[in-house]
């Protein structure tokens, strides 16, 4: 008896934001990326991402901060599925619908884990079984932080953040994000961690490594330890392009928040707290102080991109 494996009309990924723990920078390169020594921590709030066949290239956005969202063909889910359509050798133009939750620009990887979620479902919906070295590659090619939610969890990055390692680590950490009403550019962070490097280091800037102390704190899951081990060498870069930042990291801190950091290259700044009860005082404190724009509690680690069982259909309405 012969099975006929009939493709799939929609296909709906749900992917992580990811929280750095870590993230030392180090020089820029020839290729003006920077070494990178990081640990990505995927965290609770999700983009998903619904592909169907369309004579048009279309980006259809609902959600968090719908409008921010790049319309096709800018928009880096096109780049990720051409991508897929070029490894496959099809030649089909999509739909393709995001359902938001991640900060837009904000620092949590939220246009990359539209990439990597994207990169699956057409893989998916193409009937392509691309292995996960493949799409790792390909999520690669796109950007730094695409590969990350791909896998999820806990991971240590390497090169410019695309080498993932696994790393031993229990426990589930809380956690608030302070998101901003206007995101930074990425770039623009990296020029200026230069620029302030230049004015103050004597010497070359040193190869970048991940502290003993926080693969300690992710080892024994304990969220204080982790709380203080918290570092990022861009956050003074955030700090000095948006001031206010440096203020509402304090007035975590002042709240109780085990720790508090500029999430990648800003502006949300994510705080660690000691349970969920205390992410939620510490949601109610930062509202009132009114220092930022909107407030996200999300637990951590959690798994990377997986197919949702029941997809979203193009009848399913849009609310933004
Ligand atoms: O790889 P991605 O497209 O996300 O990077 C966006 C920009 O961020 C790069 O063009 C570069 O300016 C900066 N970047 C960097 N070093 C990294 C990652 C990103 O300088 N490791």
Known sequence: MTTVSTLPEVVTVRAPAKVNLELRV?????????????????VSLHDEVSVWRSDDWEVVAAGHDADLVPAAPD??????????AERGRVDEALTIRIDKEIPVAGGMAGGSADAAATLLACDQ??????????????????????????????LMGSGRGEQLTPVLARG??????AVSGTGLSTPAVYAEIDRLREQWMDGPV?????SSRIMAALRSGDAQALGSALGNDLQEAAFALRPALRDL???????????AIVSGSGPTVAFLTASHEAALDLSVSLSA????????????????????????????????
């Open 26 to 42: 180090g020089p820029r390169r020839p290729d003006g990326y920077h070494g990178l020594a990081t640990v990505f921590q995927a």
């Open 75 to 84: 928009n880096i889910a096109v780049r990720a599925a051409r991508l897929v």
């Open 125 to 154: 919906l193409w009937g392509l079984a691309l292995d996960r070295a493949e799409l790792a590659e390909l999520a690669a090619e796109l950007g730094s932080d695409v590969p990350f939610p791909l896998t999820g969890g806990n």
């Open 172 to 177: 589930t950490f809380h956690w608030v994000f």
């Open 206 to 210: 040193p190869e970048p490594r991940v």
């Open 249 to 259: 990291c304090e007035a975590g801190i002042d709240f109780g928040a085990l720790g």
């Open 289 to 320: 102080a009114a220092l930022c724009h909107d407030i996200r509690r999300a637990k951590g680690p959690v798994p990377g991109a997986h197919v949702v069982p029941a997809p979203r259909t193009p009848a399913s309405n849009v609310h933004s």
